[in-house]
């Protein structure tokens, strides 16, 4: 199983284990800045790993510490819409999970639906809507990882939100709270997906998060996840929208971003 030779791989290149483990999305790479590197292995020198080919995403993994606190960080996540199977796009937060982390912290670019959003916001994720259509526990269950039928009625860890907000509100950093929908992609969405999206329930919209959110609350694993508002789906504020616009924005929010979770990270 490749999944085995990769533990493998990784626990003979690391000299201690990581607590927490965090999936930066696209142009959030800059937070391994706030890192203390112990050691970064690429993507491609992982046996049978996947690689991101997403712009925005360096496609490493970083083991190293805040704090007294070790963290495993992998820059650059895994897509549906990049052809890979979803047992692929949920690796990382198998992985975390069997290396024995006990918090995931998911961060994502996403387009905001709710009309109280603007651009550069940051919305902590309360809960989520799967509109991917596959799922990652589709398939015999490992009764190790899990139990076959995972409540989902509190996904993201209520405690781990009420510290990011005590923290934003110490630095006075202004923080949006909602519900973040999963999509496929790779195309954005139109008016009329955007109206469905809010009128479903949804305050943000994206194409990642939800697979490795519910592979990680599978196992047992804390989750933690952030929305940086990048572009509108609003009715009269939708624009069109290019990668890049996502990257240079996501890149912008992530000075407010990358502080908050740097003091998230050594508080929980």
């Not at 606190?69 to 692929?88: A, C, V, W």
Request: net charge negative.
């Amino acid at each position: 199983m490749e999944l085995d030779k990769i533990l493998q791989y990784l626990r003979s290149k690391f000299p201690f284990l990581p607590e927490t483990a965090i999936i930066l999305g696209s142009g959030l790479g800059s937070f391994s800045e706030h890192i203390k590197i112990e050691r970064e292995i690429l993507y491609s020198e992982i046996p049978g790993f996947p690689q991101s080919t997403v712009k925005g995403h360096r496609g490493s993994l970083t083991l190293g510490a805040i704090g007294q606190k070790p963290i495993l960080t992998f820059n650059g996540r895994f897509h549906y819409y990049e052809g890979y199977s979803m047992d692929q796009v949920a690796l990382p937060a198998r992985i975390a999970g069997l290396l024995g982390c006990k918090n995931l912290i998911a961060s994502n670019a996403a387009g905001g639906v709710n009309p109280d959003f603007e651009i550069g916001d940051i919305m902590l994720i309360s809960d989520h809507i799967n509109l991917f259509p596959n799922n990652p526990l589709i398939g015999a269950n490992n009764d190790e990882w899990g139990t076959r039928f995972p409540d989902m009625s509190q996904v993201y860890s209520k405690e781990m939100i009420s510290l990011a907000e005590s923290i934003g509100s110490e630095h006075g950093t202004k923080l949006q709270k909602g519900v973040y929908a999963g999509l496929t992609g790779p195309c954005l969405e139109t008016p009329a997906e955007y109206k469905y999206i809010r009128t479903i329930g949804a305050d943000a919209v994206g194409m990642s998060t939800v697979p490795e959110v519910i592979a990680a609350h599978h196992m047992g694993v804390k989750c933690f996840g952030l929305s940086i508002i990048t572009d509108l789906g609003v009715e009269g504020k939708i624009v069109e929208t290019t990668h890049e616009d996502v990257v240079r924005r996501a890149n912008e929010a992530a000075e407010k971003l990358n502080p908050l979770v740097k003091e998230l990270i050594s508080r929980i």
